[in-house]
């Protein structure tokens, strides 16, 4: 699954005046009989129902939205995913409906606005990583390969020893020799088949397991490309079962997350320092992203943005007190936005990549979201 391009198609779509529903759901242990992410929505559902009970064109078109999902949650949802993500807006000659499942449960949110809600997805995107894990001993090597919090494919490379029988005219020496030949071209073996896989699947992180002397034999073989692409190098026995090989990798993956963010909040306050390419804080952030200029937008989890607004005229993004008008073009018609689900979906939009952060007291004290720049 192409997630990037979902987000980009997500983020592309335009406010209009129909109501836009995007669902989260943990649906872990939900069959048909049993749907436990439904308590959690039908609060939400109650509400949205009376909010909109008024006849109107936005009643229809969310009960039509509702509709649809209800079926494809009916009907589509399968047993092994343990998430879902679904959007839906029904307005005549411009319906949209995605329907995404993963192996990973979301949290739980029920969103109605004009445009999708797709902070929650950029920040999965973010955190479900997609790598190899190659366990090996000397005999076999099993490759996975994971996405989403699952595994998504296995496969197994055995030896291939014609097993020749130690015999009396072949001294000790030939036969270790003879040995260390056999072991270096299966380890080179499984090198191959590992790096064609990443290739032919587009991956580009990989954690390699094993004991401590396969790994360094390993290590010794690999080729400059794969040797930037490792990961981690984990003590896992090639018996290991897969959810153990699962929890362990993600740990990984989770420590390396924090470590990219660390290195992003580093950049961004030097570029603060140095009066350089960095700009902090709502405002500041909404004015770089109207003039065009962001090249990273970085966003805390926690963010909580202030009222904003979307001027009719000019399109900026605007922040400050209701009923002021706008500060670029002194239009008085202003229509509300969440600013972090507009930061993000413009900066999507404009081509820029986005960073979610998560729990670090310096950035939330410095307001919770900034950028770096392309330019001043
Ligand atoms: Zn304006």
């Known amino acids: 699954m192409n997630l990037i391009k979902h987000i980009k198609v997500l983020a592309a779509c335009e406010p209009t005046d129909a109501p836009f529903i995007s669902l989260y759901l943990n649906t872990r242990g939900s069959d048909s009989g049993n749907r436990q992410y439904e308590f959690a929505i039908q609060d939400r559902l109650s509400f949205f129902e009376k909010e909109f009970l008024n006849g109107g064109e936005w009643e229809k078109s969310f009960k039509k939205s509702w509709q649809k999902i209800e079926q494809y949650l009916n009907d589509n949802l399968e047993l092994k995913s343990n998430g879902a993500v679904l959007f839906a807006r029904s307005q005549p000659g411009n319906d949209f409906f995605l329907a995404l499942q993963f192996p990973l449960p979301l949290e739980n949110r029920f969103v109605v606005d004009r445009v999708p809600h797709v902070f929650p997805l950029v920040q999965f995107l973010?955190?479900?990583?997609?790598?190899?894990?190659?366990?090996?001993?000397s005999q076999?090597?099993?490759?996975?390969?994971?996405q989403f919090g699952g595994i998504k494919d296995i496969q197994q490379i055995e030896k291939a020893e014609e097993e020749k029988s130690f015999r009396g005219e072949w001294t000790r020496m030939h036969y270790q020799n003879w040995k260390k030949d056999q072991t270096k071209k299966f380890i080179k073996q499984k090198i191959k088949v590992l790096s064609e896989l990443m290739q032919r699947n587009d991956v580009k992180h990989l954690v390699l397991a094993g004991d401590e002397v396969m790994l360094s034999r390993i290590k010794k073989e690999l080729p400059k490309r794969l040797q930037g692409q490792v990961l981690d190098f984990a003590r896992l026995g090639a018996r290991t079962d897969e959810h153990q090989i699962l929890r362990q990798t993600l740990e990984a993956f989770a420590d390396f997350e924090r470590i990219e963010d660390i290195d992003t909040l580093v950049s961004l306050r030097r570029e603060l320092l140095t009066?350089?390419?960095?700009?902090?804080?709502?405002?500041?952030?909404?004015e770089a992203l109207n003039a065009g200029k962001i090249d990273e937008l970085i966003v805390a989890t926690e963010y909580e943005a202030p009222p904003g607004w979307r001027c009719d005229n000019c399109d900026f993004l605007v922040t400050g007190s209701a009923g002021e008008p706008c500060q670029y073009c002194g239009h008085r018609v202003l229509k509300p936005v969440n600013l972090k689900d507009e930061l993000v979906r413009r900066t999507l939009v404009s081509g820029a990549s986005v960073e979610t952060i998560m729990y670090n007291v310096w950035f939330m004290r410095q307001g919770g979201v900034g950028a770096l720049l392309r330019y001043k």
């Open 140 to 146: 076999k090597a099993k490759i996975f390969e994971i």
């Open 275 to 286: 009066d350089g390419l960095g700009v902090m804080g709502t405002q500041a952030t909404a």
């Open 126 to 137: 973010e955190n479900s990583h997609h790598y190899m894990v190659m366990i090996s001993d």
